[in-house]
């Protein structure tokens, strides 16, 4: 990783927003370049698939090959634009923010979501225990944070992430909070964004992708990251070789091998963002 990693990477805007709703959107991350070489790729991947039944490459996977869900799983050895997405400094500042130090990648994937008339309701979920949260200089710090950036423009219409806002803290038995955010719209967010913008949030937020009404592809790339001592999800270990050729740095990122030798990186709401 040859960029310093941003640190305070969020505005105290940003970081207010995020630790009051348990997410954030970071519009325009990506450059329009990014995004079209993250397109093709991900295009590419699924032709391929279709052709073939290819997989794109060693240590990979898919999980969906539906028409309506095309996923593939473990992607930064798969393409240069995925491993440049993964290892973005600025997203990394962020997530080292939040998570409070070092961290490992702990999965990645990308999604085609086609419209599906079949779908009729969000499947609401959260990927880590809201007990494993903590405080630091007053801000909420989690041990699963996840970058998720759309690749195609998000209106009302588009299926973007839904979420229920500031659930992220609430350890209450999740199906009790989802029939209760349902009674009441407001309390759903939705997230909708030109493409190359990043939702950051916790990963004990409750969310789930939204529901395609327009007709059009919605197409996202997904980081998921931990502190260095965290194992990676079930198949999203890292390409030995691919991991081994990296700079120590970008090693450590893909392998977690910094274990417990975590760096703390904490900051005060106040703190200026940094600008490089
Ligand atoms: O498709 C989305 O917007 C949400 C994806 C999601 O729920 C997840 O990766 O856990």
Known sequence: MSQTK???ALTPTQRLYLDVH???VIENALTPAEVAALCDTLYGIEHAYRQHGALPGPDCHFSSTAEEFFRVDNLPHLAPCFFDYLTHPRLLGMVEEITGGNVRLEQS????RRPSPERK???????????MSYLKNGLYHGPFVKTLTNLTDLGPDDGGTVCIAGSHKLDIDPQAIIAAALADPRMIHHVQAPAGSTLLFFESLIHA????RSGRDRLLIIGGYTPSMFQTWRGYEPHSDFAQAQ?????SLLTGDQK???????RLLSDPVATS
């Open 109 to 112: 994937d990308a999604h085609i």
């Open 121 to 131: 309701s969000y499947g609401f979920h959260r990927g880590m225990d809201v007990g």
């Open 209 to 212: 992708s939204g529901i395609i």
């Open 6 to 8: 941003p640190f305070p």
């Open 22 to 24: 348990g997410y954030v």
């Open 247 to 251: 700079d120590e740095a970008t090693r």
């Open 260 to 266: 417990y030798h975590w760096d703390r990186r904490l």
